[in-house]
């Protein structure tokens, strides 16, 4: 392993034990990363060295952030997180929000700081977030005012979580106020390794309890440059759409690091109903949309009442895109849906086809980058037309914090997948 940046090496010392691993593959060019590296100065720094910080960045209901204006959010936030809160590098963060600029800049601005950013769903009872406060041992929880009862709440259950700093209030003591601190508009990023871990993301926990997934800096931009690049395709003149939230790694690939890969934006939605989703497609001019096949079904019959002209190309996943579903959409809009097959702990899709070669009721081929073949219970390949379990390996794979079902996962180097993202 390469030299770390982390000061609290706690993440370090809970991964895995290597001889668990997953082989790792990095059969792209794109896919190999210098040794120091920090995901944030390729996804968001390096537009601004490159002159276009003015360009549109994260859109939503209620502001819209340039490339530069997102860039001093995410540094005002790593400053405070570093000189007014203590944080080191290696220290997790909670982070608990709706889909919106500030916690995709909360996000952002942990990891440039050198921390491992820990996001929870929204919808999380204070039972259910004091699970991961535990596992991770989190000290820190950023979080939007709103979602403060539940979390207030776990403190009694997770006594780990010493300080909560809230935002989406005008008082002292809030990130808010903390933010507009004179000096606190640039930030060095941390010189972390490349196989520094800066995001734990936790499982659904609908086989047990919930997984701690761990994932490097590295990870953040393999996705991108292998699914997002080879198969979504986007550029930086697309606009990407939602429903996933950021504490799903599908939303967090699709709505925030994929756009920032281009140079491309993102329209963030607090709120994303189907209903939600088509009138937002129409009024931003949303170009890439990501969302589940139950919602790109209950759009069908509401197509005609919304100016859908700007869209172009469709994610799907989480569930089986059905034939009928495919066919309807594709008939209405002219876009063929791309299915994909991802997992938490390949923290995106590694199975799924662009929109050329997306046929109706097949997933589609390994995302270039990745691997895939069907094997037995003991792990042989199984020839062409045979029923056994899905095998996989790329640039990502599964590394559980501090957990005995790693070796259910990986076996003889190879991640199995067992339930869709």
């Known amino acids: 392993m390469i030299p770390s940046g982390h000061i609290d090496r706690f993440a370090r010392e809970h991964l895995p034990p290597a001889a668990l691993w997953p082989d790792f593959v990095f059969s792209l060019p794109e896919l190999h990363y210098p040794e120091r590296l920090n995901c944030v100065i390729e996804l968001l720094d390096r537009w601004i060295a490159m002159g276009r910080g003015q360009r549109p960045c994260l859109i939503s209901q209620t502001e819209t952030l340039t490339y530069a204006q997102l ?12 000189r007014d809160l203590g944080m080191v590098p290696g220290n997790r963060v909670l982070l608990r929000g ?3 600029p500030m916690l995709a800049a909360a996000c952002l601005a942990v990891i440039k700081a050198g921390g491992v950013s820990v996001p929870t769903m929204p919808l999380l009872r204070a039972g259910e977030i004091s699970y991961p406060i ?9 979080c939007d005012r709103r979602l403060s009862e539940e979390l207030e ?8 979580l010493e300080r909560i700093v809230y ?6 003591g809030s990130l808010d106020a903390l933010m507009r601190q004179p000096g606190y508009e640039h930030f060095s990023a941390c010189d972390t390794a490349n196989d520094d871990v800066c995001l734990i993301a936790f499982t659904s926990g609908t086989t047990g ?21 080879h198969v979504v395709r986007a550029s930086a003149d697309d606009r990407f759409i939602g429903s996933p939230p950021l504490a799903f790694t599908f939303g967090l690939g699709g709505l925030v690091l994929f756009p920032l890969r281009v140079g491309g934006a993102s329209v963030l939605l607090e709120k994303a109903t189907p209903d939600d989703l088509l009138a937002a497609i129409a009024r931003f001019r949303a ?33 089986t895109l059905t034939k009928a579903t495919f066919e309807a959409w594709r008939d209405k809009t002219g876009i063929a849906v791309m299915d994909g097959i991802g997992t938490t702990e390949m923290l995106h899709v590694f199975i799924g086809s662009p929109e050329q070669t997306a046929r109706p ?35 990502t794979g599964c590394r559980y914090l501090a957990d005995k079902r790693q070796g259910d996962y990986v076996q003889s180097g190879w991640n199995l997948p067992a339930t869709p993202m």
């Not at 860039?71 to 570093?82: D, K, P």
């Not at 100016?307 to 469709?314: A, E, G, M, Q, V």
């Not at 589609?364 to 094997?375: C, L, M, S, T």
Request: hydrophobic share 35%; glycine share 8%.
């Open 71 to 82: 860039a001093e959010r995410v540094n005002r936030i790593a400053n405070v997180l570093t």
């Open 98 to 100: 709706p889909n919106n």
């Open 134 to 142: 535990a596992k991770a041992r989190i000290a820190l929880a950023l």
């Open 153 to 160: 709440k776990s403190k009694t259950l997770a006594p780990e």
């Open 167 to 172: 935002w989406g209030e005008d008082r002292a």
């Open 209 to 229: 309890e919930p997984k701690g997934t761990m994932h490097f800096h590295r990870d953040l931009l393999a996705i991108c440059d292998s699914y997002a690049r």
């Open 287 to 319: 170009n890439v949309c990501f969302t589940a096949p139950t919602a790109y079904r209950a759009m069908l019959p509401k197509l005609r009442d919304h100016d859908l002209s700007s869209l172009r190309k469709c994610v799907s996943a989480g569930e």
């Open 361 to 395: 009721g097949a997933t589609g081929r390994p995302v270039p980058g990745y691997e895939a073949r069907v094997v037995d219970d003991d792990g042989r390949e199984l020839p062409p037309g045979t029923i056994g379990r899905l095998a996989v390996r790329g640039p």
